[in-house]
């Protein structure tokens, strides 16, 4: 009699892939496509409750792995969440690290820029917007840097720097597309 | 606030695994018998592709594969398809089409003009709105295209000369939760099992995409009467992923009918027409944009309106169409740029649904696209084609399928504080998909949450659809933002939500199967099952009578094949034995033949005396296949043994109820 073996406890065991911020993307995609294929629900129609549940369940670890390891951002945020540090979290001990002061200074001076790239028209809002879309890929490559050299709390603090442009990107972004 | 349609269930499951509980008892896996059902807004149609063959369309009696999606309710008797629109000009608020706008909507939504007399939901019911079709009549949208499926699946019940084992239905990519809910609703109230809801354009690349072999990316352009869907798909090793979806699932070429129809009333100089007027107009209108497809001008008489030997040209038509059309380039660029794929990289635009003839849309396309759109697949059979493989992949059929991932097409999220939405699964997902979100309480008196779940990408929970609210109750007394309440959202491959909520402190955890707002509820459901079992006492004597044959014809190769291999060693089966069991076989032959009865409880009759009379045998195989284990059997052959016995057991035992009830 087969026993189910225990599901990989993390995205990337999931999908037979190394630890690591680096990931092949043909690899990926090629580890992906097959997991999905063999464990999709439609193979088990018919087959007992337990079974098509066992399925859906492991479909749903697996999509949501691939969703996260395919995306840069993400998958740097995920190798901090495994190594202890949680930015979607508010807990004070494992969640996203406190901002200092002088941070979130600059942060609403930067909300004030786009007001005034407003006024001065649509020109001025694309100059900006490249201006910060440069700085949250450094902020990523800094996140990078750090984690590879196992100093997750300040991967940490570049990630949550991150998100905060990425909020001043999406705001120019609907000041641009209305 | 009301608790009362929510259901707390099964804390242990992520997922609540629904049961068919439809008629079929025996149905699921059965090769060759799924069938494949295009719901659509204006036309419906099933289509086959039994074990490996080609799809084909299942024509009615006159030829005809195309079912209008309408359904009268004018006479005695229910009248769907062509019948039906041959009732519309004289009782059009009596004759139901377009129904499928109506779907999973509630009466407050409905901001589209339609003919009807619709009754919003009363004290205590459920929320989903009813049509009043006259002498206290009232349908909801799902009975009315249950009478629909009922008419295909019949169709293809005839063509098998069996039951239909299971159906994939297709839905628009853009279709809620909510409305993927009452199209499932809808198959089960008809009779089916639903082995899956797929989405319209990804069933129409399945049929392109296997035709082409291979790989490659393709954008499917879906203007239906009702629905417009944008997908874009790319097939690599054998899987078919849906990278992005988008639509508007309020604009169709309906929209084109009404605005012509509008057009030629204002021409007319009627200001404010009569329902039969209305309706006279977009039958005229309808005819005439399908005949500038091919032609420059036509000319158009109301003669309810007093307009007569109106000419129209194609230019005249395209003013008035382009504005329409132009409204589905929007997500069409969206839907590329959440792809992140550009016009130029893909290998196909693939055109599905009747209004994508219409010469100012394909050009419209091309543009869009930069490439001449793929339109040798009938644009309105192909998504039904597609269903058919899939249904035929699903119901066993060795063929050489490829996994379809679907995505979830709009966000689900929570309303939060403010009436801010709080994105949970984000929109184009790949299903099945699960995320989770922690909440906390704001004060110690605080014992129970409200939980507001919406789909949509606004920001605002009221600018959302709103698909269900309930309220989790019970929750520890805990200061301040010490509470630790989990809520995880769970998609099933069809789309379909299921919520759990969990406080984390004490681990208590509870499931909340999420019914729409505007859907129906399961006991509403069921009773509606239930009706339609009365009313289709025929199909289920058909049904029963076929599974009984296939289940005596089980019974009776095992009774033959264990005499033929076993019945000669000594002391197994002692002769006059062997003569009753051999008659016994012989009437289960001639019971099973063309000159048998008609009738399941005459054939289970025969196969419970065939059992009986081998019974002493089966015991005494039982008895000596342990035997033989002591005398140095391998245990696989001792297993097999007892697997066969324990099978026949089994078989026999699950006959026993079908045979005290007479």
Redesign the interface.
């Known amino acids: 009699m087969a026993v189910a073996s225990p599901s990989p406890s993390d995205h990337f065991a999931r999908l037979g892939l190394p630890r690591t911020y680096a990931v092949d993307r043909d690899a990926l995609?090629?580890a992906y496509?097959?997991r999905?294929?063999a464990s999709?629900?439609?193979?088990f129609?018919?087959a007992s409750?337990g079974e098509?549940?066992a399925a859906?369940?492991r479909?749903?670890?697996l999509?949501?792995g691939?969703?996260v390891l395919r995306d840069p951002v993400r998958r740097a945020e995920y190798l901090c969440a495994l190594r202890g540090v949680d930015v979607d979290?508010s807990d004070p001990k494992t969640g996203a690290p406190a901002m200092d002061q002088a941070f979130l200074m600059e942060m609403i001076e930067r909300r004030e820029e786009i007001e005034q790239a407003r006024g001065a028209g649509a020109d001025a809002l694309e100059q900006l917007r490249a201006r910060v879309d440069d700085e949250l890929d450094e902020a990523l490559d800094e996140a990078v840097v750090q984690l590879e050299q196992e100093r997750v709390a300040e991967a940490a603090r570049a990630l949550v720097r991150r998100r905060y442009l990425q909020r001043i990107v999406d705001e120019i972004d609907q000041h641009l597309e209305p | 606030m009301g608790n009362d349609d929510q259901t707390w269930a099964d804390p242990g499951?992520?997922?609540q695994?629904e049961?068919p509980t439809a008629p079929s008892r025996r149905s699921?896996?059965t090769p060759g018998r799924g069938i494949g059902i295009d719901l659509g807004t204006t036309h419906s149609l099933v289509a086959l592709a039994p074990r490996g063959e080609a799809p084909r369309e299942l024509p009615d009696a006159e030829g005809r594969a195309l079912l209008p999606s309408v359904v009268s309710y004018a006479g005695a008797d229910v009248v769907v398809g062509w019948g039906a629109m041959g009732q519309r000009v004289e009782a059009p608020e009596r004759v139901l089409s377009s129904v499928k706008r109506f779907m999973g909507r509630g009466a407050a939504e409905i901001d589209f003009e339609h003919p009807y007399r619709v009754v919003e939901p009363g004290e205590g019911g459920s929320g989903v709105m009813r049509f009043d079709v006259g002498e206290g009549r009232r349908v909801t949208p799902v009975e009315v295209s249950a009478e629909i499926l009922r008419v295909l699946a019949a169709r293809a019940e005839a063509e098998l000369g069996e039951p239909v084992a299971?159906a994939v239905i297709t839905v628009p990519a853009y279709f809620d939760d909510a409305q993927r809910q009452a199209t499932k609703d809808a198959g089960r109230i008809a009779g089916l099992t639903v082995?899956?809801l797929l989405a319209e354009p990804t069933a129409a690349a399945l049929a392109y995409g296997l035709d082409r072999g291979g790989q490659g990316l393709f954008a499917v352009y879906d203007l239906g009467g009702g629905t417009f869907d944008i997908s874009i798909l790319r097939l690599?090793?054998?899987?078919f992923?849906v990278l992005a979806t988008g639509g508007d699932s309020a604009l169709g070429g309906d929209d084109f009918d009404r605005a012509l129809a509008a057009h030629l009333l204002a021409a007319a100089g009627v200001d404010a027409p009569d329902p039969r007027q209305r309706e006279e107009a977009r039958v005229e209108a309808r005819r005439a944009k399908e005949a500038l497809t091919d032609a420059e001008r036509c000319v158009v008489t109301l003669g309810r309106s007093g307009l007569s030997e109106h000419v129209l040209t194609t230019e005249a038509l395209e003013g008035i169409l382009e504005p329409i059309a132009r409204r589905t380039l929007g997500p069409c660029r969206l839907a590329l740029k959440d792809a992140g794929v550009r016009a130029q990289e893909l290998d196909g635009v693939v055109l599905v649904g009747g209004s994508t003839r219409v010469p100012l849309v394909r050009r419209l396309v091309e543009s869009t696209f930069k490439q001449p759109p793929l339109a040798d697949i009938d644009p309105d059979k192909v998504v039904a084609y597609g269903a058919a493989v899939?249904a035929d992949?699903?119901s066993?059929s060795e063929r050489e399928g490829v996994?379809?991932?679907d995505v979830v097409p709009l966000s689900l999220g929570l309303e939060t504080m403010g009436g801010i939405v709080e994105k949970i699964i984000p929109r184009n997902?790949?299903?099945?998909?699960?995320?989770r979100q922690?909440f906390t309480n704001y004060s110690e008196k605080q014992t129970g949450l409200v939980v507001h779940v919406v789909q949509g990408e606004r920001e605002l929970a009221s600018d959302c659809r709103s698909l269900a609210r309930f309220e989790l109750k019970g929750l520890p007394r805990l200061p301040p933002s010490m509470a630790r309440i989990e809520v995880t959202f769970?998609?099933?491959?069809d789309a379909l939500l299921t919520v759990t909520a969990r406080e984390l402190m004490t681990g208590v955890k509870q499931t909340v199967e999420v019914k729409p707002t505007h859907g129906l509820s399961e006991a509403e459901v069921d009773a509606l099952v239930m009706d339609s079992l009365e009313h289709a006492q025929d199909d289920f004597d058909a049904r029963n009578l076929a599974e009984a044959r296939v289940e005596l014809g089980r019974v009776v190769l095992a009774v033959r094949t264990a005499v033929q291999e076993v019945g000669d060693l000594p002391g197994l089966l002692p002769a006059p034995e062997r003569e009753a069991i051999e008659a016994e076989l012989r009437r289960a032959d001639a019971a099973m033949g063309p000159e048998g009865p008609q009738e399941h409880r005459a054939i289970n009759a025969v196969r419970e005396q065939l059992e009986r009379v081998s019974e002493g045998f089966a015991r005494r195989r039982m008895e000596r296949a342990l035997r033989s284990g002591m005398s140095g059997k391998s245990l696989s052959e001792i297993e097999s043994a007892l697997a066969d016995e324990a099978d026949l057991e089994a078989r026999r035992g699950s006959h026993d109820p079908e045979m005290t009830t007479p």
């Open positions: 995609e090629a496509l097959e999905a294929r999709h629900p439609d193979r129609v018919g409750s098509h549940r859906m369940e479909s749903a670890a999509n949501e691939y969703r979290s | 499951a992520l997922f695994i049961e699921g896996r299971g082995y899956r690599r090793d054998g899987v992923q899939q992949i699903l066993g996994t379809l991932l997902a790949t299903i099945p998909i699960g995320a922690v769970q998609l099933d491959a």
